[in-house]
């Protein structure tokens, strides 16, 4: 399954580049985070702030949005993963 949503990631975010769509870029970080894949996720965030810049508009305060995105997403995966663990009971 990791390497199967690392294919799809890859494949948005080429497809992403190419035709400048930003909702793939999104899909494919979320492949990547959630397969537990975040020091890539971190580097083609890094890559998109790089390629498209500072956005417009009311958030144009944040330098690094795509950055943002991903570390506000990682923390979310980790405080879900934790309270699921939590939850479970646990078996020997």
Known sequence: ???SSIFIACICFFV??????WPLA?????CLILS?????ALIAS???DFVWGRP??????????WSFLTALL?????VVLRQIRSQ???YL
């Open 1 to 3: 399954m990791r390497n």
């Open 16 to 21: 992403s580049y190419a035709l400048l769509w």
């Open 26 to 30: 999104i899909v494919g970080l979320l």
């Open 36 to 40: 537990g894949n975040w020091p890539l």
């Open 46 to 48: 890094l890559c998109f």
């Open 56 to 65: 417009a508009g009311i958030f144009h305060i944040l330098l690094f949005p």
């Open 74 to 78: 990682l923390i979310i995966r980790y």
């Open 88 to 90: 479970m009971p646990e």
